[in-house]
């Protein structure tokens, strides 16, 4: 059994959540570790987990990549924390953008203006105590670790991790987890990722609805992927399937500090 340490069950492909959850606990998907990105899909990841309590641990979020998200729904989404912080098992997704500033003219004032809101959302992090999901992929890692470091951010996970090797190593050395999709079922770089670290530093996730290539290709996305995540890792490490989901089940428990159910 598993746990898919990150999706957006706020989707409206998940409407049907109880359809959703059965068909993941059919796949040995125990439990979703559901993120939100702004206030309106944080509502429906809260619904969502006092509907299912327990097989969804809520996460609220302020997605970096989001260029209409105004300083106004930063407010609200720093309100919703100080409402549900006791709630919830994280903030996430959180982070830096690094996609959206491609072509951009004021790239480097959108940077600047993803600084200084996840300054904010650490702080509040901080503040409660609570672990963070974070995107910032490729060139924004480093910024984001830079970041965690300075703000005594002691529990974090990369979600869908890519960056340089150098800046992974520091991640993984300063105990942050860093997590692979199903792209590491036929994207060497993924492959090579999780050969290169330790088992205790993984994490693995559906970040459903998003779609893959490969043997994804043309089904529908969920949660129920991170068992077929947790088995190429295995394949990977060259272990067996039951020793590596128990300790990826386990990184997730930490990282979250979840109950084992
Ligand atoms: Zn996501």
Known sequence: MIIDSHCHLHDPAYADLRETLRTAFAHDV?????????????????????????????????????PALTDEDLARVEAQVAEHH??????????????????????????????????????????????VALHAPHGAAVGALEALLRHGIERAVFHWHKAPEEV?????????????????????????????????????????????????????????FASRVAEEVAKLKQMPVEDVMHQLS????SLFDLVWA
């Open 86 to 131: 006791s709630r919830i098992v994280a903030l996430g997704e959180i982070g830096l953008p690094w996609y959206s500033l491609e072509g951009a003219v004021d790239a480097a004032a959108l940077m600047a203006r993803g600084r200084e809101r996840l300054h904010r959302l650490l702080e509040l992090a901080a503040r409660w105590d609570l672990p």
């Open 250 to 253: 386990t990184n997730a428990c």
């Open 168 to 224: 992974t190593r520091e991640i993984v050395s300063a105990g942050y987890f860093v997590s692979v999709t199903p792209e590491v079922v036929y994207r060497e770089r993924d492959r090579e990722l999780v050969q290169a670290l330790p088992l205790e530093s993984l994490l693995v996730e559906s970040d459903g609805p998003w779609t893959y290539r490969g043997e994804f290709e043309g089904l529908p996305s969920g949660p129920w």
């Open 30 to 66: 125990w439990g979703v570790v559901a993120v939100g990105v702004d206030p309106g899909t944080n509502a429906r990841t809260l619904a969502a987990a006092a509907a299912a309590p327990k097989a969804v641990w809520p996460c609220l979020g302020f997605h970096p990549e989001a």
